[in-house]
């Protein structure tokens, strides 16, 4: 049924919009795609692309596994507060974190002194930025209830703490790390406005030629090339990946209580803060931004969120499109949920070979193919009945869910792959039907990854901008949509609500987040 | 990134809408389970009659109230679907010519508007026009486009800023490449936002064919290119909500009112009116529209009192009729008497060439 | 010399998981700590690995203290219940393991390898993965793992625990082989006392967190130090008070004990027997009958007849007692 889904809502569209580029007369026209890829300019493109998503997608990792180690591996008051507002970043609107980001390192901002503005490094920064909580959640929730007495072994056998990390640890969280990274790299790789607002309009990726060429000059041959050279890029990203992560045997778990941080993790512990200052700058001035006014002080830009704004911006107040937000949040991550689960469980099969990665991959691909691609082959292939899909208004909720799919399949999939196959069969023996083995073995391990999966999708539907402002209906803006209005308009108080309704965003993301990761207390001993 | 993979927003919430989203790589499964449900909007044939469908660019601002008095006139219920920015709304009506999105549409500017006209994505409709409104018509048109609106898209400057300076403001483009003004411009560039494209055309307009060699002169004197309209307002200029560091911004003739002060009554900026480009928005009928007379019955309602007066309001553009306008627009937001202009027809055929010119010009 | 832990206290928030427990290893010799589980056993070990800071006492080597020594530079290894073996390594890749992070030359470790593997009698698994092993392989493994460096002392903490009982026994035997050959010095952590006595030569029993009795196999073995202990290390039965006098009355005049331990084969069928009793119960099993007779004066005991006798429920004998198979025990437990 996923297959099938699949193969209709995604692979019909983009070879629709693809053959419209490359057969614009019923006649192939490879000449044209030929002399798009011969073209300066777009080797310059990709190697720009493969390098700057190569780059962000190391930092994010090297910046993330400390803290997932942390958040994760430790036990300590604070904690789960900090879990959620890692995930903060990934919900913010790119326009927004872009004039938050470019507000620091504008030559008149606090770091202007730095000099990167508009320049690649600033590009590099902002892709980590959005990224490390990607890293955190995937490889955090697979490596936490890790039995540490691999670890132990090796310590005892005389190896240093740096030496059990490179031979011991990083191997055994391997295929979460792999997983996360390509995940991380697709998002890097597939960067739109991050690239455009950071680099101003010095740097362009094979994202914003697709954007440019698509939506603005009408040059399918070229966008098609494009989009070819990119599912290209992608299919080999992710057999690479498929074959990193092959051969990771079952992980032991065990319940022994979590540590208290000591001095030994200083280190670590440092590492954590400073990412988590990395991450909370931008956000911090967000909050300094949403409390001025004029030049003092105060709350005004909150008490305006329930208005519409000065000179009436905005349909709706922000307080409504806030209520919207979350109820498309709800349905969005309920339905990712569901989705994600069943697509994770059916390639943590074990003994289905390269059938599964092959699977795995399949659900990866609407993440590393141009969404305008994917978007204009809707428009084009699936608008008559009984698939006319191209109002349907229900699909708000639905497309946030398929972003959201991918990273609840890479949380979820490696934790069940982890599991003993011999526990299911132990269940099985001992008379429990297919559905109690699910409930008893594979849900009583992976419901962490759930939990942080659930959250992970709640958050990203809550910050998801580009679906919804396509498909929304006008009356029913999101509050991501909302923000991108006010920031789009002229005048203090649509600035100040815009930086406001930021922070309620944000804020409300750290509760929702929060709230999920209390739930887990409850339903712990439920298994 | 995930989600926004959205360029930065244009001004006047002319937000470039993101690009679809990767997500709608896959709506599908849910997709199923929506048709099922059959609440696909154009299907209804029942209700065809008194609706239609209105494919719009982003900055569809229109309060409800206006679209109710519509259907209490006429009995016509209007959805309004809002389809990218200009370029991309224009481009996803040629795709999909052949069974269109919608009845009608609104939001094509003057830039697209002859590829629109040409590609034959338009039925023709004569709709009765105010004599003052005539000069507003896509020329060369053969009455497919009505004029709804438009904007003048011009350098602004931050008055405080060259009062405590000391400095004359420049007055004209030529000015912008007097070292004096050195390092102050910031503009969006117009590959990524559709007033950057609006100068670009201002420059084409005032400088012919030498157009490229006042942008590297302007790019020599210190200019700052940036992808949208909020990064070059909000972070770069002086009077934007980041407090920047550059007193000379492109932007639109009705920002000024904006940035009247709380307790004052000027504004701290002003629009330089010798450096403007004209967008002129407009409305049409779709080719093969399900219910063409209930989309002219809009478009004359657009180009009516009611909605004309609602227009500076809530979508920050002028209205083509003679309405009345807000008060601080009338005092604040005075527009050019000659603005620069190109012929719709040489933007067609050029656009993409000047564009990518652009572009090696000021990314070297 | 070798290792001494003196008066550690490990303490999890509230509860006090090891309490002043005071240790000796002596160099050469293999000492298991005996507990049921929760005893605090594991919790020491991990003490001495360095894996768990104690909140008072200290634990030396050689006279030396370790307080300040992280796991790593201990000269330790450390031998799980589950092997914990590095899955993404082949065998000789987990054996040599700590020979590569101490740099040995190739050929070096090639050959310390294969003598490993080979004195764990697996020659020929180089290349093999974990994955594929069965359950006592992994425990050979992991125990030529730790060998590898010839450690110090060698930590183990239930090894056989995991395998089924004729491979425990077997990997029991061998293990205590292995150790003598290598002349390592272990520390041992069980609730076995099979494996105890299988593996060891010295004995510590735990209990709530103490150490209740410590000295070599025979010593511990010979002199419980109570009726608990007596009956975790495997003794059938307790006997104090007027029970006990009465046994020692009629079976033992000339002994001393006031309070003892019966092993099952204390008490066996002997027609010529001091003892009188009903037989309970019979049940045969591999080495004799098991009984549960009601001894006349005495009360419930259990007893052995020799396999073949054909003893019946009901059925009155007589029985004498082996003074080789009983302790006597030095206080009673209130």
Request: glycine letters at 10%; hydrophobic letters at 50%; aromatic letters at 6%.
């Given at each position: 049924m996923p297959l099938t889904a699949l193969g209709l809502f995604?692979?019909?569209?983009?070879?629709?919009?693809?053959?419209?580029?490359?057969?614009?007369?019923?006649?192939?026209?490879?000449?044209?795609?030929?002399?798009?890829?011969?073209r300066e300019r777009v080797h310059r493109v990709l190697w720009f692309t493969l390098w700057s998503a190569a780059a962000g997608t190391t930092l994010a990792v090297v910046l993330g596994l400390p803290v997932a180690w942390a958040l994760h591996r430790l036990r300590f008051p604070g904690r789960d507060l900090l879990r959620a507002l890692v995930l903060v970043p990934f919900v913010l609107p790119t326009v927004v974190v872009g004039v938050a980001f470019r507000q620091l390192l504008a030559p008149s901002g606090p770091l202007g002194g730095?000099?990167?503005?508009?320049?690649?490094?600033?590009?590099?920064?902002?892709?980590?930025?959005?990224?490390?909580?990607?890293?955190?959640?995937?490889?955090?929730?697979?490596?936490?209830?890790?039995?540490?007495?691999?670890?132990?072994?090796?310590?005892?056998?005389?190896?240093?703490?740096?030496?059990?990390?490179?031979?011991?640890?990083?191997?055994?969280?391997?295929?979460?790390?792999?997983?996360?990274?390509?995940?991380?790299?697709?998002?890097?790789?597939?960067?739109?406005?991050?690239?455009l607002t950071m680099g101003g309009l010095r740097y362009a990726n094979v994202e914003t030629e697709i954007y440019l060429l698509t939506t603005q000059e009408l040059d399918l041959a070229g966008a098609a090339a494009l989009s070819l050279l990119q599912l290209a890029v992608v299919v080999g990203l992710l057999g690479v990946s498929a074959r990193a992560r092959r051969g990771s045997g079952p992980v032991a778990r065990s319940p022994r209580p979590l540590p208290r941080p000591g001095v030994r993790h200083l280190g670590v512990l440092a590492w954590t803060a400073a990412v988590v200052a990395f991450l909370m700058t931008?956000?911090?001035?967000?909050?300094?931004?949403?409390?001025?006014?004029?030049?003092?002080?105060?709350?005004q830009n909150y008490a305006a969120l329930a208005t519409t704004g000065e000179g009436n911006a905005l349909l709706v107040p922000v307080t409504r499109a806030l209520t919207t937000s979350l109820t498309v949040a709800l349905q969005a991550s309920a339905f990712a949920l569901l989705l994600g689960t069943l697509v994770a469980y059916l390639v943590s099969?074990?003994?289905?070979?390269?059938?599964?990665?092959?699977?795995?991959?399949?659900?990866m691909l609407p993440l590393g193919v141009s969404a305008v691609t994917v978007g204009f082959g809707f428009l084009i292939t699936l608008d008559r009945p009984p698939l006319d899909l191209r109002s349907a208004a229900l699909l708000v909720p639905v497309a946030q869910a398929m972003v959201a799919l991918p990273l609840v399949v890479r949380t979820v999939a490696p934790v069940l792959h982890s599991v003993d196959d011999r526990q299911r069969q132990a269940a099985a023996s001992l008379g429990a039907g297919p559905l109690r083995v699910l409930r008893t073995v594979d849900l009583a391990v992976a419901w962490r990854a759930l939990l942080a999966a659930a959250g992970f999708a709640f958050a990203v539907s809550l910050g998801e901008f580009g679906a919804t402002a396509f498909l929304a209906r006008d009356d029913d803006p999101t509050l991501p949509v909302v923000i991108y209005r006010l920031i789009g308009q002229p005048g203090a108080e649509n600035f100040g609500m815009a930086m406001a309704a930021s922070v309620v965003l944000a804020g409300t993301t750290t509760l929702v987040v929060l709230g999920v990761q209390r739930l887990r207390v409850g339903s712990a001993g439920a298994f | 990134m995930r989600r926004p993979f959205v360029l930065t927003p244009r001004p006047h919430h002319r937000p470039r809408r993101g690009t679809p989203l990767r997500a709608l790589a896959a709506v599908p499964v849910l997709a199923l389970v929506v048709t099922a449900c059959g609440?696909?909007?154009?299907?209804?044939?029942?209700?065809?009659?008194?609706?239609?469908?209105?494919?719009?660019?982003?900055?569809?601002?229109?309060?409800?109230?206006?679209?109710?008095?519509?259907?209490?006139?006429?009995?016509?219920?209007?959805?309004?679907?809002?389809?990218?920015?200009?370029?991309?709304?224009?481009?996803?009506?040629?795709?999909?010519?052949?069974?269109?999105?919608?009845?009608?549409?609104?939001?094509?500017?003057?830039?697209?508007?002859?590829?629109?006209?040409?590609?034959g994505v338009l039925a023709p409709y004569d709709a009765a026009l105010p004599e003052e409104a005539e000069q507003y018509r896509l020329p060369g048109g053969e009455r497919e486009l009505t004029p709804v609106d438009f904007g003048d898209v011009c350098v602004n400057y931050d008055r405080t800023w060259f009062e405590e300076e000391g400095l004359e403001p420049p007055r004209s483009l030529d000015d912008l490449l007097d070292p004096a003004y050195a390092d102050l411009f910031v503009t969006p560039g117009a590959a990524t936002s559709s007033p950057g494209l609006a100068f670009l055309l201002a420059t084409v307009a005032a400088e012919g064919d030498d157009w490229p060699?006042?942008?590297?002169?302007?790019?020599?004197?210190?200019?700052?290119?940036?992808?949208?309209?909020?990064?070059?307002?909000?972070?770069?200029?002086?009077?934007?909500?980041?407090?920047?560091?550059?007193?000379?911004?492109?932007?639109?003739?009705?920002?000024?009112?904006?940035?009247?002060?709380?307790?004052?009554?000027?504004?701290?900026?002003?629009?330089?009116?010798?450096?403007?480009?004209?967008?002129?928005?407009?409305?049409?009928?779709?080719?093969?529209?399900?219910?063409?007379?209930?989309?002219?019955?809009?478009?004359?309602?657009?180009?009516?009192?009611?909605?004309?007066?609602?227009?500076?309001?809530?979508?920050?553009?002028y209205p083509v009729t003679d309405v009345a306008l807000p008060e601080a627009w009338a005092e604040h937001a005075p527009t050019a008497e000659t603005p620069y202009a190109v012929d719709p027809a040489e933007v067609a055929a050029n656009r993409e060439g000047w564009v990518r010119e652009w572009r090696d010009l000021v990314s070297r | 010399m070798g290792l001494s832990v003196e008066a550690v206290s490990v303490r999890y928030g509230a509860t006090l998981a090891v309490d002043a427990v005071s240790l000796e290893v002596p160099t050469g010799s293999v000492t298991a700590v005996l507990g049921p589980s929760g005893c605090g056993k594991s919790s020491l070990l991990r003490v001495v690995a360095g894996l768990e800071r104690p909140a008072a006492g200290r634990v030396a080597v050689d006279g030396r203290d370790l307080a300040r020594v992280p796991t790593h530079r201990r000269g330790f290894a450390l031998l799980f219940q589950d092997g914990q073996l590095f899955e993404h390594l082949t065998v000789a890749?987990?054996?040599?393991?700590?020979?590569?992070?101490?740099?040995?030359?190739?050929?070096?470790?090639?050959?310390?390898?294969?003598?490993?593997?080979?004195?764990?009698?697996?020659?020929?698994?180089?290349?093999?993965?974990?994955?594929?092993?069965?359950?006592?392989?992994?425990?050979?493994?992991?125990?030529?793992?730790?060998?590898?460096?010839?450690?110090?002392?060698?930590?183990?903490?239930?090894?056989?625990?995991?395998?089924?009982?004729?491979?425990?026994?077997?990997?029991?035997?061998?293990?205590?082989?292995?150790?003598?050959?290598?002349?390592?010095?272990?520390?041992?952590?069980?609730?076995?006392?099979?494996?105890?006595?299988?593996?060891?030569?010295?004995?510590?029993?735990?209990?709530?967190?103490?150490?209740?009795?410590?000295?070599?196999?025979?010593?511990?073995?010979?002199?419980?130090?109570?009726?608990?202990?007596?009956?975790?290390?495997?003794?059938?039965?307790?006997?104090?008070?007027?029970?006990?006098?009465?046994?020692?009355?009629?079976?033992?005049?000339?002994?001393?004990?006031?309070?003892?331990?019966?092993?099952?084969?204390?008490?066996?069928?002997?027609p010529e027997g001091p003892l009188a009793a009903r037989v309970l119960e019979a049940r045969l099993d591999p080495d004799h009958v098991r009984l549960v007779l009601d001894v006349n004066g005495v009360g419930r005991l259990p007893g052995v007849a020799a396999p073949g006798s054909a003893v019946r429920v009901g059925e009155r004998v007589r029985l004498s007692l082996d003074p080789d198979r009983l302790a006597s025990l030095p206080r009673v437990t209130a």
């Amino acid at each position: 049924m996923p297959l099938t889904a699949l193969g209709l809502f995604f692979a019909y569209p983009v070879a629709g919009i693809l053959l419209r580029g490359l057969r614009p007369d019923g006649a192939w026209e490879l000449g044209a795609v030929i002399e798009v890829l011969a073209r300066e300019r777009v080797h310059r493109v990709l190697w720009f692309t493969l390098w700057s998503a190569a780059a962000g997608t190391t930092l994010a990792v090297v910046l993330g596994l400390p803290v997932a180690w942390a958040l994760h591996r430790l036990r300590f008051p604070g904690r789960d507060l900090l879990r959620a507002l890692v995930l903060v970043p990934f919900v913010l609107p790119t326009v927004v974190v872009g004039v938050a980001f470019r507000q620091l390192l504008a030559p008149s901002g606090p770091l202007g002194g730095l000099g990167l503005d508009g320049t690649a490094v600033a590009i590099v920064l902002a892709l980590a930025f959005f990224n490390v909580s990607v890293v955190v959640r995937t490889v955090g929730s697979f490596w936490e209830g890790h039995d540490p007495r691999r670890e132990e072994a090796a310590a005892a056998l005389g190896a240093s703490p740096w030496q059990v990390w490179w031979t011991v640890t990083l191997p055994g969280i391997r295929p979460a790390v792999v997983s996360a990274a390509s995940v991380v790299f697709l998002f890097c790789a597939t960067a739109f406005g991050v690239v455009l607002t950071m680099g101003g309009l010095r740097y362009a990726n094979v994202e914003t030629e697709i954007y440019l060429l698509t939506t603005q000059e009408l040059d399918l041959a070229g966008a098609a090339a494009l989009s070819l050279l990119q599912l290209a890029v992608v299919v080999g990203l992710l057999g690479v990946s498929a074959r990193a992560r092959r051969g990771s045997g079952p992980v032991a778990r065990s319940p022994r209580p979590l540590p208290r941080p000591g001095v030994r993790h200083l280190g670590v512990l440092a590492w954590t803060a400073a990412v988590v200052a990395f991450l909370m700058t931008p956000l911090v001035s967000l909050l300094v931004a949403s409390l001025r006014r004029g030049d003092g002080w105060g709350l005004q830009n909150y008490a305006a969120l329930a208005t519409t704004g000065e000179g009436n911006a905005l349909l709706v107040p922000v307080t409504r499109a806030l209520t919207t937000s979350l109820t498309v949040a709800l349905q969005a991550s309920a339905f990712a949920l569901l989705l994600g689960t069943l697509v994770a469980y059916l390639v943590s099969r074990p003994r289905r070979g390269s059938g599964a990665a092959v699977l795995d991959g399949l659900f990866m691909l609407p993440l590393g193919v141009s969404a305008v691609t994917v978007g204009f082959g809707f428009l084009i292939t699936l608008d008559r009945p009984p698939l006319d899909l191209r109002s349907a208004a229900l699909l708000v909720p639905v497309a946030q869910a398929m972003v959201a799919l991918p990273l609840v399949v890479r949380t979820v999939a490696p934790v069940l792959h982890s599991v003993d196959d011999r526990q299911r069969q132990a269940a099985a023996s001992l008379g429990a039907g297919p559905l109690r083995v699910l409930r008893t073995v594979d849900l009583a391990v992976a419901w962490r990854a759930l939990l942080a999966a659930a959250g992970f999708a709640f958050a990203v539907s809550l910050g998801e901008f580009g679906a919804t402002a396509f498909l929304a209906r006008d009356d029913d803006p999101t509050l991501p949509v909302v923000i991108y209005r006010l920031i789009g308009q002229p005048g203090a108080e649509n600035f100040g609500m815009a930086m406001a309704a930021s922070v309620v965003l944000a804020g409300t993301t750290t509760l929702v987040v929060l709230g999920v990761q209390r739930l887990r207390v409850g339903s712990a001993g439920a298994f | 990134m995930r989600r926004p993979f959205v360029l930065t927003p244009r001004p006047h919430h002319r937000p470039r809408r993101g690009t679809p989203l990767r997500a709608l790589a896959a709506v599908p499964v849910l997709a199923l389970v929506v048709t099922a449900c059959g609440s696909s909007a154009g299907d209804d044939a029942a209700a065809e009659a008194d609706t239609i469908t209105l494919a719009t660019h982003d900055s569809w601002a229109m309060p409800e109230e206006v679209l109710d008095a519509f259907r209490d006139e006429t009995g016509i219920e209007v959805v309004v679907q809002p389809q990218g920015d200009a370029g991309t709304l224009t481009n996803k009506l040629v795709l999909t010519r052949d069974n269109p999105l919608a009845d009608g549409v609104y939001g094509i500017d003057n830039t697209f508007g002859s590829r629109a006209v040409d590609e034959g994505v338009l039925a023709p409709y004569d709709a009765a026009l105010p004599e003052e409104a005539e000069q507003y018509r896509l020329p060369g048109g053969e009455r497919e486009l009505t004029p709804v609106d438009f904007g003048d898209v011009c350098v602004n400057y931050d008055r405080t800023w060259f009062e405590e300076e000391g400095l004359e403001p420049p007055r004209s483009l030529d000015d912008l490449l007097d070292p004096a003004y050195a390092d102050l411009f910031v503009t969006p560039g117009a590959a990524t936002s559709s007033p950057g494209l609006a100068f670009l055309l201002a420059t084409v307009a005032a400088e012919g064919d030498d157009w490229p060699a006042y942008w590297e002169a302007l790019v020599d004197n210190g200019a700052k290119v940036t992808a949208g309209w909020s990064d070059a307002y909000e972070v770069d200029f002086t009077a934007g909500g980041g407090g920047g560091d550059r007193p000379l911004v492109l932007s639109y003739s009705s920002s000024p009112p904006f940035t009247v002060p709380e307790g004052g009554d000027e504004p701290t900026t002003a629009a330089l009116l010798d450096t403007c480009y004209r967008q002129v928005e407009y409305a049409g009928v779709l080719e093969g529209a399900a219910n063409p007379e209930g989309m002219q019955q809009l478009i004359d309602f657009m180009v009516g009192e009611q909605f004309q007066e609602a227009l500076p309001d809530n979508m920050y553009v002028y209205p083509v009729t003679d309405v009345a306008l807000p008060e601080a627009w009338a005092e604040h937001a005075p527009t050019a008497e000659t603005p620069y202009a190109v012929d719709p027809a040489e933007v067609a055929a050029n656009r993409e060439g000047w564009v990518r010119e652009w572009r090696d010009l000021v990314s070297r | 010399m070798g290792l001494s832990v003196e008066a550690v206290s490990v303490r999890y928030g509230a509860t006090l998981a090891v309490d002043a427990v005071s240790l000796e290893v002596p160099t050469g010799s293999v000492t298991a700590v005996l507990g049921p589980s929760g005893c605090g056993k594991s919790s020491l070990l991990r003490v001495v690995a360095g894996l768990e800071r104690p909140a008072a006492g200290r634990v030396a080597v050689d006279g030396r203290d370790l307080a300040r020594v992280p796991t790593h530079r201990r000269g330790f290894a450390l031998l799980f219940q589950d092997g914990q073996l590095f899955e993404h390594l082949t065998v000789a890749g987990n054996v040599g393991y700590a020979l590569r992070l101490r740099r040995a030359p190739r050929a070096r470790r090639e050959a310390r390898v294969a003598e490993l593997l080979s004195l764990v009698g697996l020659e020929g698994y180089d290349a093999r993965l974990p994955a594929t092993l069965s359950g006592g392989e992994r425990q050979r493994v992991a125990l030529a793992r730790a060998l590898a460096v010839e450690p110090r002392l060698l930590l183990l903490d239930e090894p056989l625990s995991a395998l089924d009982r004729g491979l425990r026994e077997r990997l029991a035997a061998d293990l205590h082989e292995i150790l003598h050959t290598a002349g390592v010095t272990a520390l041992l952590v069980t609730h076995d006392q099979e494996e105890a006595f299988a593996v060891a030569d010295r004995m510590a029993v735990m209990r709530e967190g103490r150490v209740v009795q410590q000295g070599s196999l025979a010593e511990v073995w010979r002199r419980p130090v109570d009726a608990w202990t007596a009956r975790f290390l495997g003794y059938a039965e307790t006997l104090e008070g007027e029970q006990a006098a009465a046994l020692r009355r009629l079976a033992a005049p000339e002994a001393d004990w006031s309070a003892l331990a019966l092993r099952r084969s204390a008490v066996h069928l002997d027609p010529e027997g001091p003892l009188a009793a009903r037989v309970l119960e019979a049940r045969l099993d591999p080495d004799h009958v098991r009984l549960v007779l009601d001894v006349n004066g005495v009360g419930r005991l259990p007893g052995v007849a020799a396999p073949g006798s054909a003893v019946r429920v009901g059925e009155r004998v007589r029985l004498s007692l082996d003074p080789d198979r009983l302790a006597s025990l030095p206080r009673v437990t209130a």
